[in-house]
């Protein structure tokens, strides 16, 4: 079945730029979707149609794409924006959605 | 404001029958895909399947023989069945709003941008 691949882990540091790759096959092709997970609460809309960022997120948090590889870009991070962050996107066939196994973002 | 929220059974044996169901308040129930996905204990996200406003359904190919998702328009809610269950099943249900944006014949999603709250459905003997 089809995977999205993303490091386990990014640590940085207060108001440093975090950037989470995730990488799969089927990019080129289709859109990349971004989420932020903080324990006990459902999954948040960061990113979505690879760059698009619905209302109510902060400007810093930005995606981009290029070839098999969307990135969540996270500018002058907080301790606040210490979570687990997703990615999602379709398979070849458009036929199903996949996650990625998530990036935990830890603020120094 | 969108709001969903999910009920159902949170403790189930082997083989039983998991059953969720999601209730949509202050928004358009019909023209939108409703989803089901889920998150086991220290594991993450994994998509179950999804309907749109026509009835039609798509499963995640390693539970589609087992999943089955419904609608009911008229009360706003849709539901997951998920049958023979078993320890693996474990995990975290959240419901979610899936809208689509069409142009130019192409329609593509904006992504998963309401939640519900999550019920935890644990599965054990």
């Known amino acids: 079945s089809y995977e999205l691949t993303q490091p386990p882990s990014v640590s940085v540091s207060p108001g440093q730029t975090a950037r989470i790759t995730c990488s799969g096959d089927a990019l080129p092709d289709h859109y990349g979707y971004w989420y932020q997970k903080m324990p006990g609460q459902a999954p948040v809309l960061l990113i979505y149609k690879d760059s698009e960022r619905p209302s109510g997120i902060p400007e810093r948090f930005s995606g981009s794409s290029s070839g098999t590889t969307v990135t969540l870009t996270i500018s002058g991070v907080k301790a606040e924006d210490e979570a687990d962050y997703y990615c999602?996107?379709?398979?070849?066939?458009?036929?199903?959605?996949?996650f990625g196994g998530g990036t935990k973002l830890t603020v120094l | 404001q969108v709001q969903l929220q999910q009920w159902g059974a949170g403790l189930l044996r082997p083989s039983e029958t998991l059953s969720l169901t999601c209730a949509v308040y202050?928004?358009?129930?019909?023209?939108?895909?409703w989803n089901w996905i889920r998150q086991p204990p220290g594991k993450g996200l994994e998509w179950i399947g999804e309907?749109?406003?026509?009835?039609?359904?798509n499963y995640h190919p390693s539970l589609k023989s087992r999943a089955t998702i419904s609608v009911d328009a008229s009360k706003n809610q849709f539901s997951l069945k998920l049958t023979s269950v078993t320890a693996a099943d474990t995990a975290v249900y959240y419901c979610a709003r899936a809208p689509k944006t069409c142009s130019r014949g192409a329609c593509h999603s904006n992504g998963f941008d309401f939640w519900g709250q999550g019920t935890l459905v644990t599965v054990s003997s």
């Open positions: 999602q996107s379709a398979d070849s066939s458009s036929s199903y959605w996949v």
């Open positions: 202050g928004g358009s129930f019909s023209g939108y895909p």
């Open positions: 309907i749109d406003h026509s009835g039609a359904t």
